[in-house]
């Protein structure tokens, strides 16, 4: 196998899955689809691995969210999981858009200023 290959000489899809599953069950699902969307799932192996070692810096509860929004976008890609983490994008859905206000700046105006 050529050098640039032998990252993956020790993995198979069970085991990602395997590690996957510790995370839960939408983490699971979501490294299945992404084995699943390759020909050969040789070559998803190292975005999978991207996305499980991104576990190790965020907690299971923020991975589950993020890994079940991609699904149900049809999201799957590993950039999609890194930039949502990153940007906590997972957190806005849970606020009530009501409780959400403008931060203070004097160029922004009010709706008095709107008739």
């Known amino acids: ?39 050969h799932p040789q070559q998803a ?26 699904i149900e976008i049809n999201s799957i890609s590993q950039r999609f999981i890194a930039n949502s983490l990153k940007n906590r994008t997972y957190k806005i859905e849970d606020e009530d858009p009501g409780n959400m206000k403008l931060p203070f700046h004097e160029n922004i105006r009010g709706k008095e200023n709107y008739k």
């Open 45 to 70: 192996f190292k975005a999978c691995l991207g996305v499980l070692n991104l576990g190790k810096k965020y907690d299971d509860q923020a991975m589950q969210l993020v890994c079940k929004k991609a």
């Open 1 to 39: 196998m050529p050098q640039d290959h032998q990252l993956v000489a020790g993995w198979n899809p069970h085991r990602l899955i395997s590690w996957a599953e510790k995370m839960g069950g939408s983490v699971k699902e979501f490294i299945q689809l992404m084995l699943d969307k390759r020909e």
